[in-house]
């Protein structure tokens, strides 16, 4: 039976819950995730969950608020000048894309209104589940394996060829 490993893609469904057990994202609304295992698209323990699953394969895991997306930062709390908006109107809870400069480049990022005021605004920088551990149920749907099949990219080419890893393969150990 073939089991998820580094650089294979992957399709697993899921069901993401809080503590609470409120669910909040699942596949049943999003539709199946697909990733390749060492890019990096995903939090990397919920990749290292996957890593060893075999097709079919169900888990149940939960990841602390610092794998996740970290621990809830005060600092990332500010006020901003009401007029910073214009004219838009606002309301606690509303999600909005500011543009902050990070390493000398202008970025979109999503900010959380806090509180409105009449000359001010608080804004909260902090992904909304940050500071919380989650809990989520994965299915492995589907492995497919990267050209050339068999190996790892620690392998040398001739590996694939003469049916997969050598025992010395440091990439796949």
Avoid: W
Wanted: charged share 15%; net charge negative; hydrophobic share 35%.
């Amino acid at each position: 039976m073939q089991h998820a490993q580094q650089n294979d893609t992957v399709t697993i469904l899921y069901n993401g819950q809080l503590a609470n057990g409120e669910v909040f994202e699942s596949s049943k609304d999003t539709g199946p995730l697909s990733f390749q295992i060492g890019d990096q698209s995903v939090m990397p323990a919920f990749e290292q969950a996957v890593i060893g699953m075999a097709t079919g394969e169900t888990k149940t895991i939960t990841l602390s608020a610092e794998e996740a997306y970290g621990p809830r930062r005060e600092e990332l709390v500010i006020e901003v000048p009401r007029d910073t908006f214009g004219p838009r109107e606002l309301s606690r809870g509303m999600v909005l894309g500011l543009t902050v400069e990070q390493e000398g480049k202008p970025q979109q990022v999503p900010a959380t209104v806090v509180a409105i005021a009449d000359t001010t605004v608080t804004v909260d920088f902090n992904h909304p589940l940050a500071g919380q551990s989650l809990t989520f149920t994965l299915t492995l749907q589907s492995i497919a394996q990267p050209e050339g099949g068999g190996g790892c990219s620690g392998c040398a080419p001739q590996a694939a060829h003469n049916g997969g890893c050598a025992s010395s393969c440091k990439g796949c150990s």
